[in-house]
């Protein structure tokens, strides 16, 4: 059907740089959202950016003005270029789409996710 795939996680000091990158592949019609989570150690998944056609991105306070959500609507990829990177910021982060696609015998919808990433911010 669709699968998601992630990279651009790793090891970066605090006020470094990363660019998380997010493909889908599969049958894929449409993607109506694009979002990435993360899941902080001994926290619940939460919402981190998020971005749907015709509409501005929206994004976590804690990320407003260093984290920046895109997309390529061509390669089906989305990205997140995190910059100024906080320790609070170490978490596995989670890609998320919204995806019209050509099912086994019907054009469906459904939510995928991606595998997660690992993001380790030192201090």
């Known amino acids: 059907q669709v699968q998601l795939m992630e990279s651009g996680g790793g090891l970066v000091q605090a006020g470094g740089s990363l660019r998380l990158s997010c493909a889908a592949s599969?049958?894929?019609?449409?993607?109506?959202?694009m979002s990435w989570y993360r899941q902080r150690p001994g926290k619940q998944r939460e919402l981190v950016a998020t971005?749907?056609?015709?509409?501005?991105?929206n994004y976590a306070d804690s990320v407003k003005g260093r984290f920046t959500i895109s997309g390529e609507n061509a390669k089906n990829t989305v990205y997140l270029q995190m910059t100024s990177l906080k320790p609070e910021g170490t978490g596995i982060y989670y890609c998320?789409?919204?995806?019209?696609?050509?099912?086994?015998?019907?054009?469906?919808?459904?939510?995928?996710w991606g595998q997660g990433t690992q993001v380790t911010v030192s201090s």
């Open positions: 998320n789409m919204n995806v019209k696609y050509n099912g086994d015998s019907a054009i469906n919808r459904n939510i995928f």
């Open positions: 599969g049958r894929i019609f449409t993607i109506n959202t």
């Open positions: 971005m749907s056609s015709g509409s501005s991105p």
